[in-house]
C-alpha cells in the first residue's frame, strides 16, 4: 500500500502548496538529525527522509496528482507486495542502474520507496545505488537500516549493511549486521573476511598491548 505523504507532514489531502511548504520548513527545523545524538540520529536521519520524500512529492504538482490517485486506488496487491507505480520505478531505476546512471537510479529507487514505503526492494536498490558516491553513504545507510527493518531475515540486506556500516566508519553497527546476515543466511567466506578485519585487528592491538605494553623503565 502506498505511504500517505499527507500523513507523513500532518496535513489536510485538500491543504495548499504553501501549507505544504510552511509544514516542511517547520519539520525540517523540528526533526533535522543534526538534532538528535547517537543512536537516535540514525531513526532521525529515515524520518527526516520520509518528510523529504513528502515534501517531494506534494509541492510537484504532477507528483502529488499521481500520488492522490494512488491513494483514491483500492489496494488490490497482496499484503507486502509492491504496488504498480512502485514497480514502474523500481524497473527504471534497475535500467538506469546498469547503465551507471545512478543519479537517475537513485532518483527512481527513491520514486518507488515513495509509492510503496515498505517495500524492502526499493529500499535495498536505494542503498546499494547510493553506495556509488562518497557524498550519499548517510542516505544509503538510512536506506538499507530501512530494508533491515522491513525484512530482518534477508542475509543479503544485512550483508551490504555491514558493508555501508564498515564504510561510514561505524564498526559495530557493521558486526551486528555482518553477523545477522550469517544467522539468516549461513556462513560466508566473504563476511567472515570482513568480520575478521574488523575485530581481528582490535584482538591483535590487545594482545600486543598485553606482551609489550605493560614494560616498566
Given at each position: ?10 496535513l489536510p ?5 504553501e501549507?505544504?511548504?510552511h509544514?516542511?520548513?517547520q ?7 543534526d538534532?538528535?545524538?547517537?543512536t ?26 499521481l ?16 504496488g ?36 524492502a ?6 542503498a546499494?545505488?547510493c ?9 544509503a ?7 533491515c ?10 550483508k ?7 564504510r ?11 553477523r ?11 563476511i ?17 598491548g598485553?606482551?609489550f ?5
Open positions: 500500500m502506498a505511504a500517505d505523504f499527507y500523513a507523513v507532514l500532518g489531502r485538500d491543504a495548499t502548496t501549507q505544504v511548504k509544514r516542511f520548513l519539520l525540517t527545523r523540528e526533526k533535522h538529525p538534532r538528535f545524538p547517537g537516535e540520529k540514525q531513526r532521525a536521519e529515515l524520518e527526516f527522509q520520509a518528510i523529504t520524500q513528502a515534501f517531494n512529492v506534494l509541492s510537484n504538482p504532477e507528483r502529488r496528482r500520488h492522490d490517485a494512488e491513494l483514491a486506488r483500492p489496494d488490490a496487491s497482496p499484503q507486502g507486495a509492491p504498480e507505480l512502485a514497480k514502474v520505478y523500481l524497473s527504471r531505476g534497475v535500467k538506469a542502474y546498469k547503465a551507471r546512471n545512478f543519479t537517475e537510479a537513485a532518483d527512481n529507487f527513491s520514486r518507488a520507496t515513495e509509492a510503496d514505503g515498505n517495500n526492494i526499493a529500499w535495498h536498490h536505494l546499494r545505488t553506495m556509488q558516491q562518497e557524498r550519499w553513504m548517510p542516505r545507510a538510512a536506506a538499507i537500516t530501512r530494508a527493518e522491513i525484512d530482518p531475515m534477508k542475509p543479503e540486506y544485512s551490504l549493511a555491514g558493508q555501508i556500516f564498515t561510514t566508519g561505524e564498526k559495530e553497527k557493521a558486526v551486528q549486521f555482518y545477522q546476515a550469517i544467522r539468516w543466511g549461513g556462513d560466508d567466506p566473504e567472515r573476511a570482513a568480520l575478521d578485519a574488523l575485530e581481528g585487528k582490535d584482538k591483535k592491538k590487545s594482545l600486543l598485553g606482551l605494553g605493560g614494560g616498566g623503565g
